[in-house]
């Protein structure tokens, strides 16, 4: 039996629950009715969009958030002990069996593209509010007592009528020599950014006209508490209606799962990865986004640490293309794991 999720409003913030279109429905409507009253509000929502919350944004004792120069938190004072930094990764007969079954598809013609993922179980000193307030990110989330996210990966920005979206594709260790070169010009990489590209700018076509890449292939570099590392990104945009903020949740909802963390074709995409991973993503590669009542800011839930009762989990991946190869993409998703720390001058 399809049970509907429900709508319970506390605090003022609202919460989907179970399963069901008319719940997905109803939460869309609430957002459509916010921007209509131009009213702020911050969300997240998980990678199956089965589990939503809103929030305002002054709701400290419930979420802290940071999306480029907007925050609701007061950063306080960091002490410079010494962080404690171990990870157990699945080992790579685990990893390399769900990556087996995606390569069938791949060459079976049932995907071209996939974003595979497995979780890495983490020990360290830190809490999870030590790691938000230790973390340097253009966008930070702590939803108390579920999970901290410091994501570098915009999903999309609306500024004006206009939406941009900045899809991430490629990484690779900084320190390497030529490193940026190698990442420029590594053909695996390459099919893979091409394929995203086409990807977003299919989704921004479902709300938008006049999409258009501005910029492909830039170059940005993170700093890490392991290493440097090279990120490789794209800029596509489009223009929306007059009346967009009357429409907002209906524009959110028609792009999920963002393109990046999934893969192409969508829909198919998405089944094969349940398949293959065979563990729950949760909030993991949802996305999370600030509203102000006019423009919109939102990231991909990436760089994402989960707690799962007294444990720490990672969580991390990469895209796979006929062209990958599994060691290679077993070390990336290894090397994902790390908290980009701020360092004092």
């Not at 702020?40 to 940071?66: G, Y």
């Not at 393109?259 to 192409?264: D, N």
Request: glycine share 6%; aromatic share 12%; proline share 3%.
């Amino acid at each position: 039996m399809n049970r509907f999720k429900v709508r319970a409003k506390i605090s003022g913030f609202l919460i989907l629950l179970q399963h069901g279109m008319k719940g997905r429905r109803t939460i869309i409507s609430e957002m459509n009715e916010r921007g209509r009253k131009k009213e702020a509000f911050v969300f997240v929502i998980d990678f199956d969009t089965t589990n939503v919350k809103l929030f305002r944004p002054d709701e400290t004792d419930k979420i802290w958030w940071q999306a480029n120069n907007r925050s609701n938190f007061a950063q306080p004072p960091t002490d410079e002990k010494e962080i404690e930094w171990e990870t157990q990764p699945v080992s790579f007969g685990h990893y390399k069996k769900g990556y087996d079954l995606v390569q069938h598809h791949i060459h079976n013609g049932d995907t071209y593209l996939l974003n595979y993922t497995q979780p890495t179980a983490v020990q360290t000193n830190l809490s999870l509010e030590e790691i938000f307030h230790h973390s340097g990110a253009r966008y930070k989330v702590l939803l108390k007592e579920n999970f901290v996210c410091f994501s570098p990966e915009i999903f999309v920005q609306i500024d004006a009528g206009k939406i941009s979206s900045y899809p991430m594709k490629g990484t690779m260790d900084a320190s390497l020599p030529n490193a940026k070169e190698r990442i420029l010009n590594d053909s695996k990489e390459l099919a893979e950014h091409n394929t995203i590209v086409d990807l977003i700018r299919n989704d921004l076509s479902l709300v938008a006209e006049n999409v258009t890449v501005e910029k492909f292939r830039y170059l940005e570099r993170l700093k890490t508490n392991q290493r440097d590392l090279w990120q490789v990104s794209s800029k596509i945009s489009g223009d929306l209606p007059e009346n967009y903020t009357e429409q907002i949740g209906d524009i959110i909802f028609k792009m999920l799962p963002a393109g990046s963390i999934c893969g192409a074709p969508k829909k198919k995409t998405v089944e094969i990865i349940k398949a293959a991973e065979n563990y729950e993503r949760g909030f993991y590669t949802g996305i999370f986004g600030y509203f102000d009542g006019q423009n919109l800011d939102s990231c991909v839930l990436i760089r994402y640490i989960e707690k799962q009762q007294d444990k720490l989990v990672y969580k991390s991946g990469g895209g796979i293309t006929f062209l990958s190869n599994a060691e290679s993409e077993y070390e990336e998703l290894v090397k994902k794991v790390y908290i980009p720390v701020f360092k004092k001058d």
